[in-house]
């Protein structure tokens, strides 16, 4: 095979692999933070039940989480799965996974803010959703970055799970055109677009926290 067709192939997969990964970021980040608030909740019940769904999240291995998505509207209910089914799992398996760890992560850095900053913001006539707004969350944003950043590097490798499933990511593909090929070229190009797919995120997150460290 020539190279320009195997790269194509490695292509198409390399475009799966970054549409999960940007839906994985556009709503497990938002999620994410309504999770912390019910985590955070005064409330026991709902403390209680997110505690349950963070647990289990970060509990059990996220190619279990997909397949039990997967396959347990047929198994458990009895549906028939239509053929795009598979796309949507695999979006609800990863959103719903990064979720808990990020909801995690936007607990620690609104726990760690100082009790000071929402007395001093009452005082001033804001209310409690203007200080969370305006005052706490640009806060919580620069403290949790690298946490994040962890994360979103650990999502670009775990879009390869995918496979679990039936989606034909790009570690997938590489698989495919290794042993029809008889080549580790194909893990080659995988693992350097991994490793650049990485680099870019990394250097973006770098330019972030540079761009909110505003102390310095």
């Not at 203007?130 to 806060?139: K, M």
């Not at 350097?192 to 330019?207: G, H, K, L, Q, T």
């Amino acid at each position: 095979m020539a190279i320009e067709i195997m790269l194509s192939k490695l292509g198409e997969g390399a475009v799966t692999s970054l549409v999960i990964f940007v839906l994985t970021l556009v709503f497990s980040l938002p999620l994410g933070l309504f999770v912390s608030f019910g985590r955070m909740a005064k409330n026991p019940v709902i403390q209680n039940i997110v505690k349950i769904y963070i647990s289990i999240m970060r509990g059990t291995p996220l190619m279990l989480q997909l397949m039990v998505i997967n396959f347990g509207p047929y198994y458990i209910l009895g549906l028939q799965n239509t053929p795009d089914w598979k796309n949507t799992a695999v979006a609800i398996g990863f959103i719903l996974n990064y979720a808990a760890y990020f909801a995690e992560i936007y607990r620690g850095g609104i726990e760690a803010m100082p009790n000071g900053q929402y007395e001093a913001a009452q005082i001033l006539g804001y209310s409690k959703g203007q200080t969370f707004l305006r005052i706490i969350l640009p806060q919580v944003i620069k403290t949790i970055l690298p946490s994040v950043t962890n994360e979103l590097i650990t999502l670009v490798k775990d879009t390869s799970l995918a496979f679990t499933i039936g989606i034909m990511e790009m570690f997938t593909v590489a698989k495919a055109l290794a042993s029809s090929q008889v080549s580790m070229l194909p893990f080659v190009f995988a693992g350097i677009f991994y490793y650049i797919f990485n680099f870019i995120v990394a250097f973006v997150m770098e330019r972030m926290e540079k761009k909110m460290n505003y102390y310095r």
